[in-house]
């Protein structure tokens, strides 16, 4: 990854306490996966920012190797990676998705 790419994930990371880098928006999700992450995160009413990649090449080959995650989506809570749409599932189904977003909020 070049260093401008990793300065533009740092900056996006640091503007936005919640990003989700996914195909498309949260508006108009671009693949199943990316759908499912939204609507996890809007079951939340919560604010988040999403990054389309498939609008930016290098962003969308450099997240994978930023996070060392091979796949899309990919959550940021905090500049924390915390997974993609099935590890989202997973920590809403427990609870702790919820928990690391009120912690987050409470701050």
């Known amino acids: ?5 990793k ?3 740092d900056q996006l990371l640091n503007d936005h306490k919640i990003v989700l880098f996914m195909k498309g928006n949260k508006t108009m999700p671009m693949c199943g996966f990316s ?3 939204t ?3 809007n079951t939340l009413n919560i604010k988040y920012f999403t990054y ?3 609008e930016d090449e290098n962003i969308r080959k450099a997240i994978k190797e ?3 995650w091979p796949t899309i989506p990919q959550l940021y809570i905090n500049r924390e990676f ?3 749409a099935d590890i989202m599932l997973e ?4 609870g702790e998705l919820q928990a690391q977003v009120e912690a987050l909020l409470a701050t």
């Open 82 to 84: 915390i997974g993609g």
């Open 66 to 68: 930023y996070s060392s």
């Open 39 to 41: 609507q996890i995160l």
């Open 35 to 37: 759908n499912t992450a």
């Open 52 to 54: 389309d990649i498939l």
């Open 1 to 5: 990854m070049d260093t401008e790419t």
């Open 7 to 9: 300065k533009r994930i």
């Open 91 to 94: 920590l809403f189904e427990t």
